[in-house]
């Protein structure tokens, strides 16, 4: 399950570069809408954790020119970084040759090597595309709270009941924890890997503490810069830098840290249904790192968010910075309908002096709240920043 519209993108970037990224997390979807492009379009689909596919690139270059005629799609490309050399030989033997676009699609479940390898072999001759899971976008109003419990990996939101989706998410994790990570990052025991992750669970939201997270895990600073890399590399962590402008102001310099996924995050800190959620402590944080992953996903090319601390207590929650706005925009994240703003907003805003500023909260319709203060659910958010 995917959008139609990240799917256009891809098409379109395909009518531009030679190659294109598609960045996700796995099940996500990258795969099926890549089988939809190749049903398309005829293109020639390898997956290379299949040792068959695997095989017949024994010899990359002689059997990708074989196919040079059509577009080829490379699934898990990361696990095989040393194709990026004969893809950049490949793309420049077509470009001399006078076929400038739409050669290779190449997925990958993890930012790690594919970045570093294409930022090396294919500067200037790829795209790149960030699959998210599903968003509010996608599946309406209506279905906001299923979407915030169980988050947007289309198995775990579209499971018959809860007791479904916490299975499948545990299924997921574990996977991660026992094959991907260890695949793809260093060798870390799996208790290890679920202890730090359920760490983070329980930090989701708050300033990153890496000397209090090391101390916790008995692990040096960077060991533990490692871990954090490797989860934002894998997409499951947002790590969310602070603004820091010309500002006469003390700024805090520590990112804040956000699970990417609800549905992981409620289920790593034990919240199996609603009921559970709307009574635990720390819900307002959850649903601040659900509204801001729903924003980010939908933001324009070229786009920046970060957020806004003082060392007074100023603050914040999402500084946007848009293509063609000379100010930023001020969205300030509640969870009730009827939201109360604190001092500390209305001093960071005269900070930061933003040209918009917004109230993302549980609200049916928008409303003023004065000063140019606009309240409004994530609907009508999304709708201002498409």
């Not at 379009?41 to 290379?48: K, N, P, Q, V």
């Not at 786009?303 to 603050?315: H, K, L």
């Amino acid at each position: 399950m995917f959008t139609r519209s990240a799917q256009a993108h891809t098409e379109e970037l395909l009518d531009q570069f030679p190659a294109i990224a598609l960045l996700g997390p796995r099940q996500v979807g990258k795969t099926t809408m890549a089988l939809e492009i190749a049903e398309k379009t005829g293109a020639h689909y390898l997956d290379l954790e299949h040792p068959a596919d695997l095989a017949k690139l024994a010899d990359p270059a002689d059997y990708l020119s074989r196919h040079r005629d059509k577009l080829v799609i490379l699934d898990e490309i990361h696990r095989t970084p040393e194709l990026f050399p004969v893809l950049r030989s490949l793309i420049d033997q077509n470009k001399r040759q006078g076929r400038l676009t739409g050669q290779f699609l190449l997925l990958g479940s993890a930012s790690i090597d594919l970045l570093r390898q294409s930022g090396e072999s294919l500067a200037g001759r790829l795209a790149r595309v960030e699959l998210t899971g599903l968003t509010m976008a996608e599946v309406g109003e209506d279905a906001m709270d299923e979407l915030w419990l169980r988050g947007g990996f289309p198995d775990s939101f579209t499971a018959l009941n809860d007791v479904r989706s916490n299975r499948w998410r545990e299924a997921f994790i574990q996977s991660y924890l026992e094959r991907d990570i260890p695949q793809l990052g260093p060798r870390i025991a799996s208790e290890t890997l679920r202890r730090f992750w359920t760490m983070l669970a329980h930090e989701h939201g708050g300033l990153l503490n890496a000397a209090q997270l090391a101390r916790s895990l008995a692990v040096s600073g960077k060991t533990l810069a490692s871990y954090i890399d490797l989860f934002v590399d894998l997409f499951l962590l947002r790590r969310l830098e602070p603004w820091h402008k010309n500002s006469p102001k003390r700024l805090v310099k520590s990112p804040r840290i956000y699970l990417r996924d609800s549905g992981l995050l409620h289920h790593l800190l034990g919240l199996g249904g609603l009921e559970d959620l709307l009574g635990y402590s720390r819900m307002g944080a959850s649903w601040e790192g659900f509204v801001i992953e729903n924003i980010i996903a939908k933001l324009p090319e070229g786009s920046r968010a970060s957020f806004y601390r003082s060392a007074a207590g100023a603050e914040i929650d999402l500084v946007l910075e848009l293509p063609g706005h000379r100010k930023p925009w001020a969205v300030e994240v509640k969870r009730g309908r009827s939201p109360k703003l604190e001092r500390g907003f209305h001093h960071a805003r005269e900070d930061i002096d933003p040209e918009r500023c917004l109230v993302v909260c549980g609200a049916d319709e928008p409303f003023p709240m004065g000063d140019g203060i606009e309240a409004m659910g994530i609907p009508g958010a999304l709708r201002l920043l498409r």
